[in-house]
C-alpha cells in the first residue's frame, strides 16, 4: 500500500513510528534558572569533527523555548527498565523534576541519575524542521556512560531490546 506522503500526515506518523528509535530525556534550564526537561526519541550522532548532535523539538511543546534558547543542554539516553520516567517527562506535569534524582553537570543542566549515557552540549545552531519542529544542533562539551541496554520506543510503545 502506498499513498502521497505530502497529504497523508497518519500514513507519514504510521511509517515513521516503525523505525525504532532509543528513548532520551532532554534537560535544560530555563532562562530564571528553573531545570527544564522533556521524552525525546529525534535525537542522533551529526558529526565526529567537531563532536555534534542533534535534537528534534516540536514547535507546540512547552520545552521548545527553553531548548531553543538555552546556551546548553543534556541528552540523557535511557536504560531499558526508566520507561516510567520517559513517561514522566513526556506528560504535561508541570514538576517533572519533584523526586527525580540529578545533579548538575559541567554546564549546569541536569544529568539524570541512571541513564546509560549523558551528552552535555553547548547550543551549536537552531534549525528550522519545517512547519511543526525546530532542529537544535548541540556541540558535545562532557559526556559519560553506564551499563545497561537501552530503551526503545516503536510504533507507540516501548519494546525490549532482542539480541541473539
Request: hydrophobic share 45%.
Amino acid at each position: 500500500m502506498s499513498a502521497v506522503a505530502s497529504t497523508n500526515v497518519r500514513l507519514v506518523r504510521e511509517a515513521m513510528g516503525r523505525f525504532a528509535s532509543g528513548v532520551t530525556i532532554v534537560t535544560t534550564r530555563t532562562h530564571d534558572g528553573n531545570a527544564a526537561g522533556c521524552t525525546v526519541s529525534a535525537f542522533c550522532s551529526l558529526s565526529l569533527s567537531p563532536p555534534l548532535v542533534l535534537v528534534c523539538i516540536g514547535k507546540d511543546r512547552r520545552m521548545h523555548g527553553p531548548l531553543t534558547a538555552a546556551g546548553g543542554f543534556a541528552v540523557n539516553v535511557l536504560r531499558h527498565d526508566q520507561a516510567e520516567l520517559a513517561k514522566r517527562f513526556a506528560e504535561p506535569d508541570p514538576d517533572r523534576f519533584a523526586g527525580v534524582v540529578w545533579t548538575p553537570g559541567y554546564l549546569g543542566v541536569p544529568v539524570l541519575a541512571g541513564a546509560i549515557a549523558s551528552v552535555e552540549c553547548r547550543r551549536w545552531d537552531v534549525l528550522d524542521g519545517g512547519g511543526d519542529h525546530a532542529i537544535v544542533v548541540g556541540q558535545i562539551v562532557n559526556l559519560a556512560t553506564a551499563e545497561g541496554k537501552p530503551l526503545l520506543y516503536s510504533r507507540g510503545s516501548f519494546v525490549p531490546l532482542v539480541c541473539r
